[in-house]
């Protein structure tokens, strides 16, 4: 079965502790993308990236870091810097040889910091 | 700024039909998504338009005006599994979605 895999689905830290987050796709997707969503938000791009060993900070990329070093994995690690961690966080990969570019996501990490 | 507005939440009741709408103002356009997004899990995609008009497909379709900056997605005969939140999303000229804040539908028997 194709699809996208984040683990863990909970994840506990503590305050000032780098936490990192897992995402694979077996999709064979070229794109993969990190969101956050809060309540009441729409989500937010924190990093995507379009092609294996290369990314792009999307708008709230501040106390983040990804690297891409294989197609199938996208692992996002939350720094100490990031000053309100605690969030949902989604993956999604897209295949851009199809016009629509649809979207597809993982089942979400959800993240608190103690 | 770029910017989606759709209603915080709305309230149904099983069989019936609901809209919800999604208005926008972005840098360019590229096509217009809907997703469901069940409490606690990952968005699910439901619809794509990038030109005028409806897209039906089963009890969902999605409606597009770009002249409006406007689209809607109906749901009929309702169902209980579809309480749920559906986002709405627009990719800009930069290929980037930007999300509404979604609606929460509730259906009541």
């Known amino acids: 079965d194709g699809g996208i895999t984040q683990s863990p689905k909970y994840l506990f830290r503590k305050e000032g502790q780098n936490v990192t987050l897992s995402c694979e796709q077996n999709?064979?997707?070229?794109?993969m993308y990190w969101y956050r969503q809060d309540p009441g938000q729409g989500l937010r791009l924190i990093y995507y990236?379009?092609?294996?060993?290369?990314?792009q900070k999307g708008d709230i990329a501040e106390g983040y870091s990804v690297s891409r070093e294989k197609k199938e994995s996208f692992p996002l690690t939350v720094t100490s810097a990031q000053k309100n961690p605690t969030a949902f966080y989604l993956c999604?990969?897209?295949?851009?040889?199809?016009?629509?570019?649809?979207?597809?996501f993982g089942p979400g990490t959800r993240l608190t910091v103690l | 700024g770029q910017n989606i507005d759709q209603p915080t939440e709305m309230t149904a009741t099983e069989g019936a039909i609901v809209q919800i709408n999604c208005t926008y103002q972005?840098?360019?356009?590229?096509?217009l998504f809907w997703y469901q997004q069940h409490a606690g899990e990952a968005p699910t995609f439901l619809s794509y338009n990038v030109l005028d008009g409806l897209e039906e497909k089963g009890r969902f379709s999605s409606f597009l005006s770009r002249s409006k900056g406007y689209s809607y997605l109906l749901l009929k005969e309702l169902q209980m599994k579809d309480s749920a939140s559906y986002l709405c999303a627009v990719m800009d000229s930069n290929y980037q979605l930007i999300w509404g804040a979604g609606t929460k539908l509730i259906i009541k028997p």
């Open positions: 990236s379009q092609i294996v060993n290369d990314f």
């Open positions: 972005t840098s360019g356009f590229n096509g």
């Open positions: 999709l064979n997707h070229d794109a």
């Open positions: 999604a990969s897209s295949d851009h040889e199809l016009h629509t570019d649809t979207q597809y």
